[in-house]
Nanobody, 122 residues
Framework: QVQLVESGGGLVQAGDSLRLSCAVSVVTDNRYMAWFRQTPGKEREFVARISPIATTTYADYADSVKGRFTIDRDSAKNLVYLQMTNLKPEDTAVYYC??????????????WGQGTRVTVSS
């Protein structure tokens, strides 16, 4: 069974930085990986996506986090990171790591992590 385990969440102040990690139990080099987040009363929303490790790795971001968040991965350790800077109270959510079924978000998620909570105070 494939497992994704997030870590690194916590309580920070607006303007602070935080790095989330996602440890995956299988090799992820050939898979699209992503981060989502969810707050009470809202649907889970897309945050960032990173391509497989091939020639050039590229990433996509939600408009709300573009320029502040960076998704990255470590092939040797099967880790996926979300580096968050200039955090805002609106970023408060439970953050989930995900392995996509194929390339597009619309094609669905194959495996979810259990989430790590990020709280940003003003």
């Amino acid at each position: 069974q494939v497992q994704l385990v997030e870590s690194g969440g916590g309580l920070v102040q607006a303007g602070d930085s935080l790095r989330l990690s996602c440890a995956v139990s299988v090799v992820t080099d050939n898979r699209y990986m992503a981060w989502f987040r969810q707050t009470p009363g809202k649907e889970r929303e897309f945050v960032a996506r990173i391509s497989p490790i091939a020639t050039t790795t590229y990433a996509d971001y939600a408009d709300s986090v573009k320029g502040r968040f960076t998704i990255d991965r470590d092939s040797a350790k099967n880790l996926v990171y979300l580096q968050m800077t200039n955090l805002k109270p609106e970023d408060t959510a439970v953050y989930y790591c995900a392995m996509l079924r194929r390339m597009r978000i619309s094609e669905g998620v194959e495996y979810w992590g259990q989430g790590t909570r990020v709280t940003v105070s003003s």
